[in-house]
């Protein structure tokens, strides 16, 4: 089973940012985002997001009743 969360590092150690059950010895793959970075992808993800969500040809779905 494949999942992603975010984490920080606090004083060399790996601490994520919400309730994470993993069992002792799990392999877990760590990538570094630079914070420089997630701001310009959390722009990126949002307007691909709007461009799916917010386009005309899915307004004929409001109209349906």
């Known amino acids: 089973m ?11 150690h790996i601490v994520p940012l919400e309730n994470v059950q993993l069992p002792e ?3 877990v ?7 420089e970075e997630a701001e310009i992808w959390e722009s990126v993800s949002a307007s ?15 109209e349906i009743k």
């Open 2 to 12: 494949l999942f992603s969360f975010w984490a920080v590092v606090r004083a060399g």
């Open 25 to 27: 010895n799990a392999r």
């Open 29 to 35: 793959l760590v990538t570094i985002s630079p914070d």
């Open 48 to 62: 691909a997001l709007k461009a799916v969500w917010e386009n005309e040809e899915d307004d004929v779905y409001t």
